[in-house]
């Protein structure tokens, strides 16, 4: 089955430091990817909307210049974090869907194995 | 109002008996309906979709849709200790997927 890559798992780091988390499709390509944010206890939240070969579409109240996005191929989107703060630790979980054209009713999306972030 | 709304729980079941999990959304336009399964600390895996009314049914788990009540479920059946997760509905509206806050599901052996 399809296949989605996060690295890394986990990853401390001070505060005012930049992070940056990949996502890969490994066995299809994605034209876009997701990529969620949970804390604890509260259910997946949308970020934003990486689409390959374009700007990133961001959620309501997502700040695009502190989480810079780039979906430079079909099956690589990156996730940086910048000038990382203590509230910015959490879950962060990308997800993919295949590349079959703009109807993918049934075609669920395949999630990574998430990044779990811890600013100090 | 929230557009995926799910009771917390906990459920607490025992082994062997029907879990029931309910969902409803705001969105009457909604396209498809997934069940997803989240151990603590992992990410969802998917159980199930749905987006044709009535039941869809999948080993032990069966999904039921019903559009005009904007209402979706999920049943597990013969519910084991391995099922303990939380669950999360999630809706389809055009490009995204919106999440419920999830139900905690604890079975009992």
């Known amino acids: 089955g399809a296949v989605v890559s996060q690295h890394p798992s986990w990853v401390i780091c001070k505060s005012g430091t930049s992070v940056k988390i990949e996502c890969r499709s490994l066995?299809?390509?994605?034209?876009?990817m997701f990529w969620y944010r949970q804390f604890p206890k509260q259910s997946l939240m949308l970020m934003a909307t990486?689409?390959?070969?374009?700007?990133?579409?961001?959620e309501q109240g997502v700040e695009k210049d502190k989480f810079l996005i780039n979906h430079a191929s079909l099956t690589l989107s990156t996730l940086t974090v910048t000038s990382a703060h203590p509230e910015d630790s959490s879950f962060y979980i990308c997800?993919?869907?295949?590349?079959?054209?703009?109807?993918?009713?049934?075609?669920?999306?395949?999630f990574g194995n998430g990044t779990r972030l811890t600013v100090t | 109002q929230k557009e995926v709304e799910q009771n917390s729980g906990p459920l607490s079941v025992p082994e062997g008996a029907i879990a029931s999990l309910n969902c409803t959304y705001s969105?009457?336009?909604?396209?498809?309906f997934f069940w997803y399964r989240q151990y603590s600390g992992k990410s969802p895996e998917l159980i199930m979709f749905?987006?044709?009314?009535g039941d869809k049914e999948d080993g032990r788990f069966t999904a039921q849709l019903n559009k005009a009540s904007q209402y979706v479920s999920l049943l597990i059946r013969d519910s084991q200790p391995s099922d303990s997760a939380t669950y999360l509905c999630?809706?389809?509206?055009?490009?995204?997927?919106?999440f419920g806050a999830g139900t905690t599901v604890t079975v009992r052996a």
């Open positions: 997800s993919a869907r295949e590349a079959r054209g703009s109807r993918w009713m049934g075609s669920p999306l395949h």
């Open positions: 066995d299809f390509q994605a034209t876009t």
């Open positions: 990486s689409n390959e070969g374009s700007k990133a579409t961001y």
């Open positions: 969105d009457r336009g909604s396209q498809s």
């Open positions: 749905i987006y044709s009314n």
């Open positions: 999630a809706v389809k509206n055009d490009y995204k997927l919106s």
